[in-house]
T-cell receptor, first 111, second 116 residues
Framework: KQEVTQIPAALSVPEGENLVLNCSFT??????LQWFRQDPGKGLTSLLL?????REQTSGRLNASLDKSSGRSTLYIAASQPGDSATYLC??????????FGTGTRLQVFP | GAVVSQHPSRVICKSGTSVKIECRSL??????MFWYRQFPKQSLMLMAT?????????EQGVEKDKFLINHASLTLSTLTVTSAHPEDSSFYIC????????????FGEGSRLTVL
């Protein structure tokens, strides 16, 4: 059974810091991995999608890497801003076509 | 990116009534949509996979007679919470995959159900 874990569970940092959010999964047989952002009481916003054959994806200040063999992904946020405050979720799409979510990292960036 | 619309965004109902939530893919077709449930401060849990033109596939522990799913067209799936009770109060989110794209999943804005 696929299990997805995110570390840390919560993170509070001053504006401007570079951040690394971690995601690990137990079954390496995945189709892709996606990082999402969720603001309180809101739906999900897709940030980055990494196919199983890819090593990383970049969008603006965000960079996500994938090491499928070790079951790990990291989301790197450069020069964090207060507007980055949200919960970040990673999710893996298994070969059984199910998207399994991680436990989430609650990020707070203060001015 | 592709857009998934979910309606209503908030609904309050009395215990014992049924509530229908709609999920529409606005600019793409989706043979498969997914329904998730999220409790406060917890991650999303997959409830069921909605398949166009056939029965939904429910995850273990999810009552199919309680949560009725209909996927009548390539752009619309509905979740009906039947005989709702306060413990059904939750945040429900749907998602759909753009078959014509990268296979990325797009999510609706979610529907917050409160059962009094």
């Amino acid at each position: 059974k696929q299990e997805v874990t995110q570390i840390p569970a919560a993170l509070s940092v001053p504006e401007g810091e570079n951040l690394v959010l971690n995601c690990s999964f137990t079954d390496s047989a995945i189709y892709n991995l996606q990082w999402f952002r969720q603001d309180p009481g809101k739906g999900l916003t897709s940030l980055l999608l990494i196919q199983s054959s890819q090593r990383e994806q970049t969008s603006g200040r965000l960079n996500a890497s994938l090491d499928k063999s070790s079951g790990r992904s990291t989301l790197y946020i450069a020069a964090s801003q207060p507007g980055d405050s949200a919960t970040y979720l990673c999710a893996v799409l298994s070969n059984t076509d199910k998207l399994i979510f991680g436990t989430g990292t609650r990020l707070q960036v203060f001015p | 990116g592709a857009v998934v619309s979910q309606h209503p965004s908030r609904v309050i109902c009395k215990s014992g009534t049924s509530v229908k939530i709609e999920c529409r893919s606005l600019d793409f077709q989706a043979t498969t949509m997914f329904w998730y449930r999220q409790f406060p401060k917890q991650s999303l849990m997959l409830m069921a996979t909605s398949n166009e033109g056939s029965k939904a596939t429910y995850e273990q522990g999810v009552e199919k007679d309680k949560f009725l799913i209909n996927h009548a067209s390539l752009t619309l799936s509905t979740l009906t919470v039947t005989s709702a009770h306060p413990e059904d109060s939750s945040f429900y989110i749907c998602s759909a995959r753009d078959l014509g794209g990268t296979g990325e999943l797009f999510f609706g804005e979610g529907s917050r159900l409160t059962v009094l």
